[in-house]
């Protein structure tokens, strides 16, 4: 049951598209999003024997944080895909990646039943509907690969506190526009298109997060954010 973020905003930040926020959002992004929220779930998975990993396409890959971590853990082939010209570029600047192409994270052009692993970052709360992310992994896939998701925790959204940056220009708080994802839309999804659940975490503010940022003492205990890994079934 997806739903529009703005029936939940109490903030009332100016809202902007994908393109246009990140594109703004791209020269400070890896000082502003906390590692806690993504990186640290990745370090938790148990289910993906990364150093096996022949090739991997890495979905919305900004500016390539999660492919860097898959190159440190031995993903030596990795296929970025991005809508934001500039977060590309400074994916590209990490020298990481065997290619980068600009496309949609649902229509990504990649070849069908190519990747051990697909993985997406951020990024689903952005997309008014799952199925098409869940289908076009399912076709990049080869049977018993991986897809690994992380996600902004639709806990934070339902209680208007969405995707947001400020402004290089003016230091105004901007809202990316965004969608609120339950996760049996996930699990929904998933399930439609040929996806069996292998391992889920959900990432809590604890003393770790606090002590990176304080002034998420309010939000301690709460969820922030989440990881789920997706075997591809035989078709």
């Not at 402004?167 to 999804?189: E, L």
């Amino acid at each position: 049951m997806t739903l529009e973020f703005s029936r939940y905003d109490v903030r009332q930040y100016p809202t902007v598209s994908v393109t246009d926020g990140y594109g703004a959002w791209s020269g400070h992004y890896e000082q502003t999003v906390n590692e806690e929220m993504d990186i640290a779930l990745l370090e938790r998975l148990t289910s993906v024997r990364w150093n096996d990993i022949g090739a991997a396409a890495d979905l919305a890959c900004g500016t390539g944080r999660t492919g860097a971590w898959l190159h440190e853990h031995g993903v030596r082939h990795i296929d970025g895909v991005d809508l934001t010209p500039a977060m590309l570029d400074r994916a590209s600047s990490r020298n990481i990646y065997r290619s980068l192409r600009i496309a949609d994270i649902v229509d990504t052009g990649l070849r069908s039943e190519a990747f051990d692993l697909v993985t997406q970052s951020l990024a689903d709360e952005h997309l008014p509907d799952l199925l098409p992310l869940y289908r076009e992994v399912a076709r990049l896939l080869r049977a018993g690969g991986r897809f690994v998701i992380v996600g902004y925790h639709p806990f934070f959204l339902l209680n208007g506190v969405p995707t947001h940056f400020h402004r290089p220009s003016d230091d105004q708080p901007v809202t990316i526009r965004s969608y609120v994802h339950f996760m049996s839309d996930h699990v929904a999804a998933a399930l439609a298109a040929g996806f069996s659940l292998t391992e889920m975490h959900e990432r809590i503010v604890d003393d770790a997060w606090v002590a990176v940022k304080p002034k998420w003492e309010k939000y301690r205990d709460r969820p922030v954010s989440f990881v789920m890994v997706w075997t591809r079934l035989e078709r």
